[in-house]
């Protein structure tokens, strides 16, 4: 998968601020807009579709 890179360097060789965020929770999040005119069983297809792992929602 890919993630969003946020890093903050204060001029040494270790980071000041580093925040990994995995796309995963931006992927379901979109599911509002996505599903708003489709069945109700679409919607594991559609979640299906986008191949989301919970896990990394959880946190």
Known sequence: GEF???LVSDGTNRPYRVHLR???FAHL????FIGT???LGD???L???F???FGEVDR
């Not at 999040?29 to 509002?32: E, H, I, L, S, T």
Request: zero cysteines; a negative charge.
């Open 22 to 24: 995995a796309p995963g």
């Open 51 to 53: 191949d989301i792992v």
């Open 37 to 39: 005119k489709h069945l």
């Open 43 to 45: 919607i594991p297809a």
């Open 29 to 32: 999040a979109a599911m509002d």
């Open 4 to 6: 969003g890179v946020y």
């Open 47 to 49: 979640i299906g579709s």
